[in-house]
């Protein structure tokens, strides 16, 4: 059974900090890696995808990827209130064609 | 941008009925999936399509079944609706490429009284 584990949390961050999320997975042969972010009650919602080693930046946001470790983890800097919301790793099935979730990390920022 | 549009928000069903959960896609995705999300319990997957007419297993089929009779839509089916199968669920959709992550819809927060 593909596994992708994440730390449920949840993760208490002050506003302005930098948020560190992070996951681990069991497939090897995965090429393709994702962060969600889902608010409460909400669906969720592509924020970062990641396809080869070391960091990719967007905005506030960067994904970094070690596939030698199997570790994804997402930084958040400058943290807003709004960033408070449930973090989904996902990581690309190697022999199909589909997505495995993580259960998520639950952040909360604090003003 | 993808649309994938799930027909109802909110849906209340008595027990033993039959459910019909709608999805569309607008950007002529080949794959499409039915996830199901419950508290502590995360995403699980309970079938997808990578094609009209085709459909796959996922990890929690039983009680559901699936119809995909034209290519943006798929539609999730409670053959007989129990209340473990209160959730809220989620369609999603993808294009056929090795790459790439899902859109998914807004969800149905399905309520079985």
């Known amino acids: 059974q593909k596994e992708v584990e994440q730390n449920s949390g949840p993760l208490s961050v002050p506003e302005g900090a930098i948020a560190s999320l992070n996951c681990t997975y069991s497939?090897?042969?995965?090429?393709?890696f994702f962060w969600y972010r889902q608010y409460s009650g909400k669906s969720p919602e592509l924020i970062m995808s990641?396809?080869?080693?070391g960091d990719k930046e967007d905005g506030r946001f960067t994904a970094q990827l070690n596939k030698a470790s199997q570790y994804v983890s997402l930084l958040i800097r400058d943290s807003q209130p709004s960033d408070s919301a449930t973090y989904l790793c996902?990581?690309?099935?190697?022999?199909?064609?589909?997505?495995?979730f993580g259960s998520g990390t639950r952040l909360s920022i604090r003003p | 941008d993808v649309k994938v549009t799930q027909s109802s928000r909110y849906l209340v069903k008595r027990t033993g009925e039959k459910v019909f959960l709608e999805c569309v896609q607008d950007?002529?995705?080949?794959?499409m999936f039915w996830y199901r999300q419950d508290p502590g319990l995360g995403l699980r997957l309970i079938y997808f399509s990578y094609d009209v007419k085709m459909k796959e297993k996922g990890d929690i089929p039983e009680g559901y079944s699936v119809s995909r009779e034209k290519k943006e839509r798929f539609s999730l089916i409670l053959e007989s609706a129990s209340t473990n199968q209160t959730s809220m669920y989620l369609c999603?959709?993808?294009?056929?490429?090795?790459?790439?992550?899902?859109?998914f819809g807004s969800g149905t927060r399905l309520t079985v009284v």
């Open positions: 999603a959709s993808s294009p056929p490429q090795e790459v790439g992550g899902y859109t």
């Open positions: 497939d090897r042969g995965s090429q393709s």
């Open positions: 990641i396809y080869s080693n």
């Open positions: 950007m002529d995705h080949e794959n």
């Open positions: 996902a990581v690309r099935d190697s022999s199909a064609s589909k997505i495995i």
